[in-house]
């Protein structure tokens, strides 16, 4: 069994003082690093922060009611399907009215019931059974009994079970992560912030894009890590880490949305973007909107790699930087195969329809990929994956430089790594793995135990 260097006495603080210092050092070139790059984040914003004034950027709200007429809800008592409401003149005039869904339904204000008429694309798609909860366009005040459909299906009423899901994941991470639970959803609440804020009205007033993208991604990642794992060199490390795969991810972005001709005509909102104002670039909406929807899955990778450095080292101290890095590799190879196949399957899942659309069109599979519908998706893909690849060795070696750097001076470095035992002649010697030989890791815990009880010992 192996023993360390330290001797009772003054031996035991100066190894105490030395550890602190050493950490101090660590942070001080973390710091170094990092309070350039907040203080640049906080003043591209202040020079971009949106005055509020869109100038004559408008748009009418689908959702605004003419005089006389109003948006209200209601509770479907039966439904099922007779003359539509909107076919009672002909139906008054001999004729035969048209079919369809029709849900008669409680106004929550009271009342009589209301025949809502359902659309057919709702008919057909979800249809409407009793205990659902509808808003529809209430026209009684300005068409007559006899004119035609006086309440028109808008939307289903989604707000309980949208809250109670809310709640149920809200309780699950706060009952599974306890108080860093609690505080990443409070951080993720002031990322949306920021983007409501800042991202998104400096977009709408002209702004240029990629600072605007850069500056509030940069400023969630900061806020998002700090608050959620607390100051320490492990999460400065991981957010060294985020902020370099961010950059990655910016710059091919700002290529790929040039080259590969992202315009996003074939989105419907965006292409009603495009008609409300030449102020807005909608290549550049793209290119924020890309690298923003990679920060979510880049802060997962990184802060997994720099705390499995710092876990790894804590399980054997004496292990050399070199082995260090590699074992924490191997976990970042698995994470990013897993991490990759995440992107990819959930902008998958979201393009469904449009992959179904694709398929029906039976074009070439290089074709469909590259076509306008889906070549944003496979650039988001691309670039972000990219990104947290590259992200994943960069944080891996800060964290092992930054762990050794501040471990260098600790007690536990000076333990003498464990002595192999020899083998029995003729026989051939065990491979060895500085990381899975729990012999040597059996052997480190017992002297890393002496050294503290010894350490402990001379403090009193």
Known sequence: MGHGHSHPGSGGKDLSTRAVAGRRRANILLLAVLVPLAALTVAAMVLMWPTGNRGDLKISSPYAAAPGVSFDTGTVLSAGVEDCPSSAPV?????????????????DQGGNLV???????????????????????????????SGGSQFVFVDFVRTVPVLLL??????????????????????????????????LPALLEGRPALPVALAGASAIM?????????????????????LFGLGIT???TTWAVSAAYLTGIGDENTYQLINVSDKLSISGIITCGLIISGLGVLNDVTITQSSAVWELYELAPATTA???FTSAMRIGRDHIASTVYTIAFAYAGAALPVLILVMLYDRPLLDALTSGQLAEEVVRTLAASIGLVLAVPV??????????????????????????????????AAPHDDIDDNAALEAVYESRRERRQATQGAGR
């Not at 139906?91 to 849900?103: D, N, Q, R, W």
């Not at 000076?414 to 020899?422: D, T």
């Open 91 to 107: 139906v008054a005039a001999g004729g035969t009215g048209t079919k369809c869904l029709v849900a008669h339904t409680q106004p």
């Open 115 to 145: 025949a809502v008429e359902i659309t057919p694309e709702i008919a057909k798609s979800h249809g409407v059974k009793a205990g659902d909860q509808l808003r529809y366009l209430n026209l009684s005040k300005v068409a007559p009994a």
């Open 166 to 199: 809310a709640l149920l994941y809200a309780v699950t991470v706060i009952a599974v992560a306890r108080w860093r639970g609690l505080r990443a959803i409070i951080g993720l609440v002031g990322a949306y912030v920021i983007l409501a804020s800042f991202v």
């Open 222 to 242: 900061f806020g998002v890590l700090y608050f959620a794992h607390g100051f320490s060199a492990r999460t400065s490390t991981a957010l060294l880490g985020t």
């Open 250 to 252: 910016a710059l091919l």
């Open 322 to 324: 070199r082995n260090l």
């Open 395 to 428: 944080t891996t070696l800060l964290a092992v430089l930054v762990v050794k750097a501040t471990a260098r001076t600790r007690g536990d470095e000076h333990i003498s790594p464990p002595q192999e035992p020899h083998p029995p002649a003729g026989t051939a």
